[in-house]
Every structure is written in structure tokens, then in C-alpha cells.
């Protein structure tokens, strides 16, 4: 996997990553130790607008407040009393997958990755369980860690009630599961030492349709900062997004646990881990951590010259930062992008990395600006291509099949070229369908308000949810390569139950065949002495 | 005004089908989504047989305590069944009938859902998670949930650290499971031939 450490370091800023080049530009805290300055960002709260443009020119938005949602969650309350964590994530389409795979699994821990179990062969990695976990979920996780049982249960049901009031968040919950961990769940045999006495997991499910679990995050958070200029829709209409919170009451009491659960009492510490783990101890207290995000289409095209921050959020004012904490916005161009000007640009204040072409307002220090803009050269980025796939019919039933056809269509004034359209993985997952037709294409030249499009038919023999990966375009304008693909499609084939059943009677035959004459049978021998009125029955 | 008459055979035979139809559509009809998303995910590479297996294993491995929906269905058709019969024998044993019906059916899902799979004749690679779901909703299947405290111990002596895995306490919930459906079904039976006894003509 590539991993590009300037990605990694802008989605972790969240994690704190983002310290030492905000010390850089906030002055109060450029003497600070890492330490202090984490907790001076703890004790006043933080919040961060990440925009990053990618070389297509497709958005990719993150709003993560760090400190201030402690506030709304109450983390100091008796009912958090022995949480090591509590976790709210809704997530639709491919954002958290896109976050990982920039992010990449490296990046936790040098060349290992860093939560890597030796027994799965892939890894496992965030990014596995997320291919686990499907795209699209939205639960709770919370562990409570030695606990009478009843007390932890009655510990959660607290913390339910608190998110559930519509005063505070307003989420909705249902219960998906409680496992609680201690040694009487192993044989006496396994001699099983555990680092607690008593660990109950709770999962429950989100029942808040997605955009209002998003509307649910954001509105429990301090707006009195860039989050007051933020359109909360902007998030829902684009083609992947989430939002969450992440909430450990006692940080020391977690890594402590995760010390000896890592250790087994030998003395293993995070600290002696790569630079990401390792700032987990110097953090003592409770932190809370919300965030939403969003990835987006193609924004940016061959012309433009600049970028609006705030077009990104779908702002319509000012931004101003937070009355108490430090505000930060960040915006990060393609690598192959030449930066020309910065609005606005004061010295100390905001910051240009070039080799990663990140761009970092300190927005606090900068007060009330009307908008955030990164201007460009006009052919940093290509035409508006679009890459679309659909299906007729829109769903099927099993022996039916569908007509796929990917389309893409220039919507700019000047031609690219060398293109290559691929859609071909759905025959390699599934060895039940049949594909016919072109699956790949390879296209000379496409100009200005031109399209082309491949069209393929898949038979399906199976009911059950087929996923079409992204159907992929690649081409080249103005001699670089460009990437582009559509999202992941799923297509369902329904269960018939009347096709179903003739399929029963004719692979059971024929004892099937025999079980259903014999039951005809009896129901017309049956009709019949009904008829006659015979056997003293009764009536009906 | 004529009156039409049904005759005790007849009762109890019409009231095996309607029992039978009662939790067959119902099992269908009203099959947790965490089986749906399972089947979606599965039935793709496994077959059409997925479906029907899963919504006979849902109808018939029953937690009393865990899966309400399943135990009103069983007592619904009990009910029903004890009804058209209107004698307690009866209903018992529309309800037997009822359930050794679902069982013969299922098994014969189970046989066909596993041939393919013995036979070789299809891959187990396992496809993606469509988009639109997530197998956490496989943790709400109220069957799952009643076997995931199971699991530590299970994990624990399967990993080296105790004697084998507790087979026997597995069997023994899956037996409990198994049984309680034809044990509400007969309550139900013996309830409906109460509320509605045969009448003599």
C-alpha cells in the first residue's frame, strides 16, 4: 500500500499529531513541551477544518473538535466511572475507507503494522475490519472494566440516557449485544490471567438515520467557532461521509490497561512504540474527540485558479474561531499543484509546507476572516470527467440479468486522452454470474462535451446482494496520469418465493414430488368428506 | 341457513397446513436483518438455498428468552392449530406435526444448502460486504447473541488452554434452542383447543 506520510499526519491531527506544527504557529504555545501543550489544548479545546484537494480535484473534508465536546458528554459524571472508552461512529459510503487507505497501515508502527495480529495473514488492520464491518453502519462501543456486572449495566444505561436526551445529542440506540469478560467465562482448566477483573463490551446499534446521527454530532459541539460557519447538509449530499465521537474518561487508566494487557506484566509501555502510540501517555485526565466528514466529486477543474475553504463547508459567513481554545484550518493540495497565493497570509500565522503543499492558518490567531482561499495555476488540475455507472433494470430475481453501462463524459473544453475504461472485477468475485459484453475499453482521445461508454450484461443465477467494485478511468491530460472511478455499487437480486419453491419441489424430487401428491391427496379426500358433511365435525 | 361442517380429520389436518403456512410465512416474512444482511452477503457465492435455510433456522432454534418474535409466531400457530382441532390431543399434535414439518424441511434446506459446498462445486472465497450493509447487524440475529457469551470459552480452549471446547454445553443450549418451539407450540395448541373446544353437532 502507498502510504504518503502528509496524509497521515493531517488525519491524525485529531490525535493530536497536529501539535507540533500548530506550536509552530501559535506563539503561546511554541516554548511549550509536547506535553504541555497537549494539555493545554486538552484543558481549552481545540478544533480543526481539514480540506484536502486530490489530484483530480475531488474534496475530501474533515471538522474534528478535540476538548470542547467533553463538555456535552460530562465525562467527569459518577456514570463514566471505569469506562476505558466510548465510541459513537455513523458512517455511510467510503470515507473511513478512504481515510485508512491514505493513512495506511505503516504509519502505526514503522515497518510492522502497528495492530497487527501475527495470525491473520492480511493483517489486522484498521482497514481490514472496516472491510469487515461493511461501509455503511452507525454504533456504539463502550467498555467498562472491573464492575459488578449490574453496576457497569447500570453505568451504561446512564450514559444512554444522557446521549438519548435531546438537550444534550439526541441519539437513539438499540441493543445489540453485552459481553462481559472475567474468569469465570473460561474453563477452570485454561488458567486464563487476565489483566481486569471484570471487562462487560457493549454494542448497540444507532437507530438515528444517518443524517441526523451526523446532525446529532455536530450539534453537540461548541459552535461558537469555524463550526457556526459550517452547513451540516453539505456533509449528507456527497458520495461518502461519517461522523463520531470518541470519548476515554481517564486516559491513564486506559493505557495502563493496555500496558498490561500488552505486556502481561512485562513491563511493555506505549511509549517505547512508534510516535503516534507513544503521545497516548503523555495524556492523563479524560479527552473527547468529535469529528465529521465528507468525500466528495470533482470540484476543481482545468481553469480555475482558486479554492474556496469555505465553499468546501458550505459556508455563507465569516468564520470566526472558538471563544476559548485554538481553531486551525488546514488545506492541502496535490503534490503536482503549484501554489501561487494564500488568503489570508500573515506571517506566524499561517504556514506553507512545499513539499506536501499543505497549506495551515492559525485561525485563532487570524480572528474573524470572511474565507480561507489557496489560489493556484489554472492548469493544475484536469477538465470536469465524469465517470458514471448504471443498471437496467434497477433489480433482478435469480436467472435474471442486468445491463451495466459506464459512462464518461467530458464535460470540459479541451481533450484528454489515452483513456481506458475498466469495469471487469464483478465476474472475477462472483462465479455464479455470467458476464457479457465489453468490460474494458481503450478510447484514443476524448474532447469537450464528448462521452463514451462501455456496456456490459451480467446473469445472475443467485438471489442476494451483488457488490460492483468501482469501475475504473484512467487517462492523461497534459502529459500526467489521472485516476478516477466510481463508487461501489450494490445491485440486488431478489428471492422469488414462488421460484424458489418450484426449485425445492424439483431438487427434492421425487420425494418431494411424493410428499406434495400424498398432502393433495389428503386435502381433497379431506374437502370432500367436508362436503358430505360426515364424521360428526363441527362448525365453523 | 346451511352450515358448513368440518369434520375432526379434517380440522386437524386443515389446521397442520394452517399451522404450517402460519410459521413458514411468518419465518419468511419477518426474518431478522442481520440473517437478510447475511444472505445478501452470502447467497450470491453459496446459492438460493441460503435464504430458506437460514429463515428454517430461525423458526426452529428458538431462544425462549431472547426472541420474542419467534416464540409469539410458535404460539400463534399453536393457537391456530389447537383452534381447528378443538380437542387438546389435537392441538398437540398439529403442533408435533407443525414442527417435525418445519424440521423435515429444513434439513432437506441444510442438505441442499451444504451439497454444493461437499461437492466442491462452488469456491468459498468470501465476496465483499455489499455497500448498504455492515455485519454488525449480525450481532442483533437473537440466535448469535445468545451464543456470543459462549464464546470466550470456546476461544480460550480452542487456543491450547483448556481441554478441548465445551462441546457438550454448546449441544445441550442448541438442544434447549431446538426443543422450545415444539414445547410453545404444544402450550399453544392445548390453549387454542380451550378457547375453542369441537362442537358436537
Not at chain 1, 463502550?142 to 453496576?151: C, P, T
Not at chain 1, 485516476?483 to 418450484?502: C, E, F, I, M, R
Not at chain 1, 431438487?507 to 401428491?517: H, K, Q, V
Not at chain 2, 478441548?164 to 404444544?186: F, K, Q, R, T
Amino acid at each position: 500500500m502507498h502510504v504518503d506520510k502528509k496524509y497521515a499526519i493531517a488525519f491524525l491531527l485529531f490525535a493530536f499529531l497536529i501539535l507540533p506544527m500548530a506550536a509552530s504557529a501559535y506563539p503561546v504555545m511554541a516554548q511549550d513541551s509536547p506535553e504541555e501543550m497537549i494539555e493545554l489544548l486538552l484543558n481549552e479545546g481545540a478544533e480543526v477544518l481539514l480540506t484536502n484537494i486530490d489530484e483530480n480535484g475531488a474534496p475530501a473534508v474533515i471538522y474534528a473538535q478535540l476538548g470542547s465536546p467533553v463538555d456535552s458528554l460530562n465525562l467527569e459524571a459518577e456514570m463514566y466511572d471505569n469506562c476505558l472508552a466510548l465510541a459513537v461512529i455513523a458512517t455511510r459510503g467510503e470515507l473511513l475507507d478512504y481515510i485508512f487507505s491514505l493513512i495506511g497501515t505503516e504509519f502505526m508502527g514503522g515497518e510492522e503494522p502497528g495492530f497487527m495480529l501475527s495470525q491473520f495473514d492480511e493483517g489486522f488492520t484498521p482497514e481490514a475490519i472496516l472491510d469487515l464491518l461493511g461501509s455503511d453502519f452507525s454504533l456504539l462501543v463502550s467498555a467498562y472494566y472491573n464492575l459488578d456486572e449490574a453496576v457497569a449495566i447500570g453505568k451504561m444505561g446512564q450514559v444512554l440516557a444522557h446521549l438519548a436526551n435531546p438537550a444534550v445529542f439526541g441519539f437513539s440506540f438499540a441493543d445489540i449485544i453485552h459481553l462481559r469478560i472475567d474468569e469465570s467465562f473460561f474453563p477452570p482448566e485454561a488458567e486464563m490471567e487476565l489483566p481486569f477483573e471484570a471487562l462487560d463490551v457493549f454494542m448497540y446499534q444507532v437507530t438515528n438515520p444517518f443524517a441526523d446521527a451526523l446532525n446529532v454530532v455536530l450539534g453537540g459541539l461548541d459552535d461558537s467557532g469555524l463550526l457556526g460557519n459550517i452547513n451540516p447538509s453539505i456533509f449528507i449530499a456527497e458520495r461518502g461521509a461519517a461522523a463520531g465521537l470518541l470519548a476515554i474518561p481517564d486516559m491513564g487508566d486506559l493505557v495502563e490497561l493496555f500496558n498490561d494487557t500488552m505486556g502481561g506484566g512485562g513491563g511493555f509501555s506505549l511509549a517505547a512504540e512508534s510516535f503516534f502510540p507513544s503521545q497516548f501517555e503523555m495524556i492523563n485526565g479524560s479527552i473527547a474527540i468529535a469529528a465529521a466528514g465528507y468525500i466528495g466529486e470533482q470540484i476543481l477543474t482545468y481553469g480555475d485558479t482558486d479554492i474556496s475553504i469555505g465553499s468546501l463547508v458550505g459556508a455563507t459567513g465569516s468564520f470566526v474561531p472558538m471563544d476559548t481554545g485554538v481553531s486551525i484550518v488546514m488545506g492541502i493540495l496535490p503534490e503536482s499543484a503549484n501554489i501561487t497565493g494564500v488568503s489570508p497570509d500573515v506571517e506566524g500565522l499561517t504556514m506553507h509546507e512545499n513539499d506536501s503543499n499543505m497549506i495551515m492558518w492559525n485561525a485563532t490567531g487570524h480572528g474573524e476572516v470572511p474565507d480561507y482561499i489557496i489560489e493556484f495555476e489554472s492548469d493544475d488540475f484536469p477538465p470536469d470527467i465524469v465517470i458514471a455507472r448504471t443498471f437496467n433494470p434497477v433489480s433482478t430475481v435469480p436467472g435474471g440479468s442486468v445491463e451495466v453501462t459506464v459512462t464518461v463524459k467530458n464535460n470540459g473544453t479541451v481533450p484528454i486522452d489515452n483513456l481506458e475504461i475498466v469495469d471487469n472485477e464483478v465476474g472475477a468475485i462472483y462465479s455464479t454470474v455470467t458476464v457479457a459484453g465489453t468490460t474494458s475499453q481503450n478510447v484514443t482521445s476524448l474532447a469537450g462535451g464528448e462521452s463514451t461508454s462501455i456496456t456490459y450484461t451480467v446473469t445472475f443465477t443467485n438471489e442476494g446482494k451483488y457488490t460492483f467494485p468501482n469501475a475504473e478511468l484512467t487517462y492523461e491530460f497534459n502529459a500526467r496520469e489521472y485516476n478516477k472511478n466510481t463508487v461501489t455499487d450494490g445491485y440486488s437480486v431478489y428471492a422469488d418465493p414462488a421460484q424458489l419453491l418450484s426449485q425445492m419441489i424439483l431438487d427434492g424430487m421425487p420425494i418431494s414430488g411424493a410428499i406434495l401428491g400424498i398432502v393433495a391427496l389428503g386435502a381433497l379426500f379431506n374437502i370432500n368428506k367436508m362436503r358430505k358433511g360426515s364424521s360428526g365435525g363441527y362448525q365453523v | 341457513m346451511e352450515v358448513f361442517i368440518i369434520s375432526t380429520f379434517s380440522s386437524k389436518y386443515f389446521g397442520w397446513l394452517a399451522s404450517l403456512l402460519v410459521v413458514l410465512a411468518a419465518g419468511w416474512f419477518l426474518l431478522p436483518t442481520g440473517y437478510v444482511t447475511l444472505i445478501e452477503w452470502l447467497a450470491p457465492i453459496m446459492g438460493n438455498y441460503v435464504r430458506p435455510t437460514f429463515v428454517m433456522v430461525n423458526i426452529l432454534v428458538v431462544n425462549p428468552l431472547g426472541n420474542l418474535i419467534m416464540v409469539a409466531i410458535w404460539i400463534i400457530a399453536g393457537l391456530v392449530g389447537g383452534m381447528m382441532a378443538g380437542t387438546k390431543k389435537g392441538g398437540i399434535l398439529i403442533a408435533f406435526l407443525t414442527w417435525f414439518s418445519c424440521a423435515g424441511i429444513g434439513i432437506f434446506c441444510l442438505l441442499q444448502f451444504l451439497m454444493p459446498i461437499m461437492e466442491g462445486t462452488i469456491t468459498m472465497s468470501m465476496p465483499p460486504i455489499p455497500p448498504g450493509t455492515s455485519l454488525a447487524d449480525v450481532l442483533s440475529i437473537p440466535l448469535v447473541q445468545s451464543f456470543v457469551s459462549d464464546l470466550p470459552g470456546l476461544i480460550a480452549s480452542m487456543s491450547g488452554g483448556g481441554s478441548g471446547p465445551d462441546v457438550v454445553g454448546l449441544v445441550m443450549s442448541v438442544a434447549v434452542y431446538v426443543i422450545s418451539p415444539l414445547i410453545i407450540a404444544i402450550i399453544g395448541g392445548i390453549v387454542g383447543a380451550i378457547l375453542r373446544p369441537k362442537e358436537e353437532f
